[in-house]
Each structure stands twice: as structure tokens, then as C-alpha cells.
């Protein structure tokens, strides 16, 4: 398995649609998740970290499935600025370094 | 407050020649790094520095070399360009390193080696 894996997407969804993405990891052992958001040839952005229990910011929820060893987002009411790239980022083996996914593309169209 | 600072934004190199991507960062961040992202693809780490005078090599630093001389300066050097360097460059910081997840990104530098 890689160290992070996502499905590319695009998802194109309408305003107003609530939308989900997945994203496993390798490093059972690592114990800090995090969502980055990346506009079309922009710099990432930290989105949310993931916290054991979920947490969530507006419309945005984040949750961690440790046995399963996968995080996801869920975005509900998309709206058109929800449009970009999401990157999930996990620690590496050695826990010492980042790594990204390659991200997930969202559309939302009106 | 102008965060991370990255230049050039663009650069065409010929095969071969060498150039220096500059960085700086006025946030007081002792953790700094430097990325490439090809199209569709992940960040991958290149190389990372934990305060002045520190350098660590990332998951790909062949051909590239780093110095940390100042704590707001890093700039990343590529030596003898190669195509496969195409890529976009992007430099980070962050203040108490990666564990809390949140590092700060410069714009970009998109370079083309032909």
C-alpha cells in the first residue's frame, strides 16, 4: 500500500450537494492527520487537522478510522469556492516528515 | 506581514545550467522546507532545515543542495538542470515543525528545463 492514497476524482457535484472523500494511509503508527486545500496553481493550504474523535468546522467534518487506517472529509452545502484540490497529509514510517496525496479534485457548479 | 516569499515565480532553464531559488520568511519560523510538486502528483520533500546553519535531506534530494545561513532565508540550488526537474518549487515554513501540520507556503516557482 502507498503511504497515502486518494482518488484523484474530479468530483463534480451542484451547489448545495453534500460530498465525501476518502483517503487511506500505511503508518499504522502515525498519529497526526491533516486536510490541505490547493486552488488550481496555488500554494496548499491547511484545510483541518483530523482529530481522533472527528471534529468539524462549519461545513466542513473531518473523521479518523484508525482500524481501517483511513481519514475522510465530508463537505456539506458546496459551494462554488469549494471548488480546488484536497490533499491529504499523513506522517511518514519514521514520523519525521509529511507526505501529501496527491489530492482529490472538486468542482461545484451552479 | 508577507509570509513566505518565494522568487523567481517562473524560470526556463537549458539543460545543463544551474540556478538558485530563493526563499525567505518573516514569520520567525525556525522549520523550513522546500517541495516539488509535478502535475498530478503529491509535494514531495527535497530538503528541510530546522534552524540556521541545519540541513536535512528529504525523500528527493538528488540534485539539488540547500544552505540555511540565516533563520529567514533558505534557498534551494539546482545544479546541472535536467529535465526531470521540471516541476513546480514550493517553499515552506512552519514554527514548531511538522507535528502540528500547519506550514506556511510560498506562491511557487514553476521551472521548465528544455
Known amino acids: 500500500r502507498k503511504e497515502v492514497e486518494q482518488d484523484p476524482g474530479p468530483f463534480n457535484v451542484p451547489e448545495g450537494a453534500t460530498v465525501a472523500f476518502n483517503c487511506t494511509y500505511s503508518?499504522?503508527?502515525?498519529?497526526?492527520f491533516f486536510w490541505y486545500r490547493q486552488d488550481c496553481r496555488k500554494e496548499p493550504k491547511l484545510l483541518m487537522s483530523?482529530?481522533?474523535s472527528g471534529n468539524e468546522d462549519g461545513r466542513f467534518t473531518a473523521q479518523l478510522n484508525r482500524a481501517s487506517q483511513y481519514i475522510s472529509l465530508l463537505i456539506r452545502d458546496s459551494k462554488l469556492s469549494d471548488s480546488a484540490t484536497y490533499l491529504c497529509?499523513?506522517?511518514?514510517?519514521?514520523?519525521?516528515?509529511?507526505?501529501f496525496g496527491k489530492g482529490t479534485t472538486l468542482s461545484v457548479s451552479s | 506581514n508577507a509570509g513566505v516569499t518565494q522568487t523567481p515565480k517562473f524560470r526556463i532553464l537549458k539543460i545543463g545550467q544551474s540556478m538558485t531559488l530563493q526563499c525567505t520568511q518573516d514569520?520567525?519560523?525556525?522549520?523550513m522546507y522546500w517541495y516539488r510538486q509535478d502535475p498530478g502528483m503529491g509535494l514531495k520533500l527535497i530538503y528541510y532545515?530546522?534552524?540556521?546553519?541545519?540541513?536535512d535531506k528529504g525523500e528527493v534530494p538528488n540534485g539539488y543542495n540547500v544552505s540555511r545561513s540565516t533563520t529567514e532565508d533558505f534557498p534551494l540550488r539546482l545544479e546541472l538542470a535536467a529535465p526531470s526537474q521540471t516541476s513546480v518549487y514550493f517553499c515552506?515554513?512552519?514554527?514548531?515543525?511538522?507535528?502540528?501540520?500547519?506550514?506556511?507556503f510560498g506562491e511557487g516557482s514553476r521551472l521548465t528545463v528544455l
Open positions: 514569520m520567525n519560523h525556525n522549520y
Open positions: 497529509v499523513v506522517f511518514n514510517q519514521a514520523g519525521t516528515a509529511l507526505i
Open positions: 515552506a515554513s512552519s514554527y514548531e515543525g511538522q507535528t502540528t501540520g500547519e506550514l506556511f
Open positions: 483530523v482529530y481522533s
Open positions: 532545515s530546522v534552524g540556521a546553519g541545519i540541513t
Open positions: 503508518n499504522s503508527a502515525s498519529q497526526s
